[in-house]
Nanobody
Framework: QVQLVESGGGLVQAGGSLRLSCAAS????????MGWFRQAPGKEREFVAA????????YYADSVKGRFTISRDGAKHTEYLQMNSLKPADTAVYYC?????????????????WGQGTQVTVSS
């Protein structure tokens, strides 16, 4: 079992930055592939970013490519999503997720464990 807890959300003006954190506990964190998803009001949950279990490969949604960066600190068992040049369209609840599969996952069904989410609001 893996427990995931997100933090770092908040209110920011357009053009600003936030760094989301996803603290993991439970089984060995380094053996999981990780992903970030988001869900805006009235919309389906959508893929944002992912990395494989080793961290050697990452993948981003076109809408965030060049602005968001996924990374991890294995020693702290924490995953990060650095978000720069934020836009009002980035407003959503952001979720981190972990998968026992080693590859990159862009679909929610790929992931086995989910955090509770953290709200990000970008004002214009």
């Amino acid at each position: 079992q893996v427990q995931l807890v997100e933090s770092g959300g908040g209110l920011v003006q357009a053009g600003g930055s936030l760094r989301l954190s996803c603290a993991a506990s439970g089984r060995t964190f380094r053996s999981y592939a990780m992903g970030w998803f988001r869900q805006a009001p009235g919309k389906e949950r959508e893929f944002v970013a992912a990395r494989n279990w080793s961290g050697g490969s990452t993948y981003y949604a076109d809408s965030v490519k060049g602005r968001f960066t996924i990374s991890r600190d294995g020693a702290k068992h924490t995953e990060y999503l650095q978000m720069n040049s934020l836009k009002p369209a980035d407003t959503a609840v952001y979720y981190c997720a972990a998968s026992t599969d080693a590859g990159l996952g862009v679909k929610a069904a790929f992931y086995d464990y989910w955090g509770q989410g953290t709200q990000v609001t970008v004002s214009s």
